[in-house]
Every structure is written in C-alpha cells, then in structure tokens.
C-alpha cells in the first residue's frame, strides 16, 4: 500500500480562498473589515519570519493587518498596557502574541489579558474551558486545521480510533477534545505511555505531536490509517545540511497508512490559514452575523 498524500499546502490555498470570498461579501454588505493585531516582542527569527509571513497573508484575504513590534526588554506592564488598548479598539478583532515570550514576561498572565473572543490563537484559559465542555470557543489554529484535513478526507470521523501523541496545551490535548467533538474514541498517548507501540497499532486515525524527530515508525501503524504529522524538526543529514522532517519517519509510514501529511508541507500551511480564518470567524460573532460554513467547528 502506497498512502495518499494530504497536501496540506493546497488545502490551505483552499481555506484562505473561501475566507476571502467571505471578507469581500462582508465589505460589499456591512462594510466590515475583520482585523488582525500581531504583536511580537523581541528579535527571534523564526518568530519575525512566522510574523511577516501572517502580515502577507492577513492582507491578502483583504483583512486589515497591524503590527507591533516591541523590544525585547519591554516591561509587562507596558506589554499589558497594549493588550488593553488592542481589547478595546472595536477595528481589531483578532488579537495574537506570538510565542515564545522574553524570559522576564509571564506568558499565562500576558496570554489570558486578551479579550477571549479575540483571543485567535485559542490558548486563553476561557476559551480552553469552552472547548473542553463542548462549547462555542475561539480553536488552536493547529489542531483546527488538523481536523479540517481529517473531515476532508473521511467524511464522518464517528466512531473512529484516534491516537494523539502528545499532550501540549497547544497541540494534542485540544487536539483530544475536537477528535471527542466528532465522536471519535480517542487516546491521548505520550513519551510515558507503557506499550505505545500497541497503543497506536490500534488507531485508525494517528496524530503525531510529540516533537521528537521520526519517532513514529512504519510498522507502528495500522495497515490503512490516516496519520497526520505536526512535528516539525530540523536534523543534520549526513553530508552536514539540514533538513526538515516530522515526527513519524515518512518513507515507512507512508508504506502502511492510508492517508499521510509529508513534512513541510502538510499540517504546517494551515495553521496559518486557520489564524485567518478564526479572524473572521471572530469578526462574524462580534457583529451578530452568520460565521462562515467549513471555517470553524
């Protein structure tokens, strides 16, 4: 069995057209623009990249995007100070501070100062609590996209055995309640887990979370599963360059499953795509209007 490959990159091609077309109807009806405050502090490069690469994007489905970039000594109070102003500025509807933080910042306190319905990265501590009774939250951009892939491909998820490797805040255990959300059985597996290979043996959908470089290998997988990889890892090859690989090891995986994301190039596109689409669908809710069909849970 040769698995089919889910491009994650055209998927979200796909989402970010479909939150387009929904922000143009929003302007030609209500003359609404949803808006996108990004703040960043500090000089971290993956972050500034990840930043200039929402910039681009958030203007591109023709929301307003705005940008803060603060110092990397910039106190909290001062970083507070901006949340509050960003909370109360009825222009901007979603609201991201990109992590990590500077050491001497607290990120749970900075985190849940947002305005949980702006709150487009879903970490604040409330919209944590909404998913988790099955109530309407704002979602992790990650494990959003991670299930819109999976309801693309299968259609229905009820009734199937899901696997989560991995039990971050961020990534697999909102990732757990959407998978319940969709009545899958689901099992919530970590680098503790006694018999993990048995335990993911047994799973017709398996997503990788654990940020362990190719953990997962081939024979680990059900014949015929679905496996979705959201490990992104930088390894030396042998010749000394680098490369990017995932956190199940691809070439073996990809014998035995169904249906794989490949690294890069499956699950990382779509966080992105989600962010613009949880903007919107926070813009929607604040204005009392439809949220858009596909685009949220």
């Known amino acids: 069995m040769t698995a089919q490959v889910i491009d994650g990159k055209a998927f979200a091609a796909e989402v970010r057209g479909k939150v387009a077309e929904h922000v143009t109807r929003l302007k030609e009806k209500h003359d609404l623009v949803p808006g996108l405050a990004v703040v960043l502090v500090g000089e971290d490069p993956a972050s500034q990249v990840y930043v200039r690469s929402k910039g681009k994007q958030t203007t591109e489905v023709g929301m307003k995007s705005v940008e803060h970039k603060l110092d990397a000594d910039t106190s909290e109070a001062d970083l507070l100070a901006l949340i509050d102003k960003l909370n109360k500025d009825d222009s ?3 609201i991201l501070v990109q ?3 500077p050491k001497h910042l607290n990120e749970d306190l900075v985190i849940n100062s947002l305005d949980p319905a702006k709150d487009v990265d879903g970490f604040h501590i409330s919209n944590v609590g909404l998913l988790g009774t099955g109530q309407k939250s704002m979602v ?3 494990p ?3 299930l819109m892939m999976l309801r693309h491909h299968h259609g229905s ?3 199937m055995d899901a696997v ?3 039990r971050s805040n961020i990534v697999g255990k909102p990732m757990a309640q959407l998978l319940l959300g969709d009545s899958c059985t689901v099992t919530i597996a970590h680098s503790r887990t006694k018999d993990l290979a048995d335990v993911v043996r047994r799973a017709d959908i398996v997503v990788a979370a654990v940020g362990r ?5 081939g024979d680990w997988i059900k014949e015929g599963a679905t496996v979705i990889d959201v490990g992104i890892n930088r390894i030396e090859k042998d010749d000394g360059k680098t490369k990017l690989v995932g956190d199940v090891d691809y070439e073996s995986c990809a014998k035995r499953a169904g249906a794989i994301t490949p690294v890069p190039g499956g699950v990382g596109p779509m966080t992105i795509a989600c962010l613009l689409a949880n903007t919107l669908t926070a813009a929607c809710r604040a204005n009392g209007l439809d949220e858009p069909e596909g685009l949220t849970v």
Do not use: D, K, N
């Open 144 to 146: 959003l996209g991670c």
């Open 164 to 166: 989560v490797i991995g």
């Open 99 to 101: 992590l990590p933080l």
């Open 140 to 142: 992790p951009c990650t």
């Open 213 to 217: 470089p190719e953990m997962v290998p």
């Open 92 to 94: 901007i509807h979603g």
């Open 157 to 159: 998820l009820s009734g």
